[in-house]
């Protein structure tokens, strides 16, 4: 199966910072790599994804990229809100498994 | 804006006892998962569902859980003897394609 690791397990940043979040993957038939944000007892909701054929996408201040051949890829948030804490999961799908392969998360904390 | 609902929010029964789970996908959607997410830790894939039969399942989806879509627009997660380590929050989520939309979980409490 998937293994995935996410690193920070934490982060804390001022506001107006950027943030970086990285995530490994060992499923090199894995094909869609989605980023979600869930705030604490609600849902994770998606924020940003993006497909294999894709290296970088870009949603105002979000963004994700991939790499294909290190099997990683990176939530970077711009300009932090203090409405940005939460924690983060990436969930990299396979193409054989369908289902999301939950990274462990990081606690992103914007500090007024 | 179309979402995937669930009830109850919050279930509270004793071991041993069966609950149910009920969900109620996005309704163009023909992919239907059960995840679950014990407090403070990262969220677990149970099973995934597909034209009316199981697809996929892990390791947690022992024989105590099974999963049945009733009618058009339900989707169920049973657990028949439940036990204290199946305290967490059950999401279920639905999917057209790639993208996953959960819905807002049930918090399962077993005493």
């Known amino acids: 199966g998937e293994n995935v690791e996410q690193h920070p397990s934490t982060l804390s940043v001022q506001e107006g910072d950027s943030a970086v979040i990285k995530c490994t993957y060992s499923?090199?038939?894995?094909?869609?790599f989605p980023w979600y944000k869930q705030e604490l007892g609600k849902r994770p909701q998606l924020i940003i994804d993006i497909r294999s054929n894709v290296g970088e996408k870009k949603d105002q201040r979000i963004a994700v990229t991939l790499n294909k051949t290190a099997k990683h890829f990176s939530l970077h948030i711009t300009e932090t809100q203090p409405e940005d804490s939460a924690v983060y999961f990436c969930a990299p799908q396979g193409v054989s498994a369908r289902q999301l392969t939950f990274g462990s998360g990081t606690q992103l904390t914007v500090l007024p | 804006e179309p979402e995937v609902t669930q009830t109850p929010s919050h279930q509270v029964t004793q071991m041993g006892q069966e609950v149910i789970l009920r969900c109620v996908p996005i309704?163009?959607?023909?992919?239907f998962y059960w995840y679950r997410q014990i407090l403070g830790q990262k969220v677990e894939f149970l099973v995934s569902?597909?034209?009316?039969?199981?697809?996929?399942k892990s390791e947690i989806f022992d024989d105590q859980f099974s999963v049945e879509r009733p009618d058009g627009s339900n989707f169920t997660l049973k657990i028949r003897s439940t036990k204290l380590e199946d305290s967490a929050m059950y999401f279920c989520a639905s999917t057209g394609a790639d993208t996953q939309y959960f819905g807002p979980g049930t918090r399962l409490t077993v005493l």
């Open positions: 569902f597909y034209n009316n039969e199981i697809s996929e």
């Open positions: 499923d090199s038939a894995s094909n869609y």
């Open positions: 309704s163009n959607h023909l992919y």
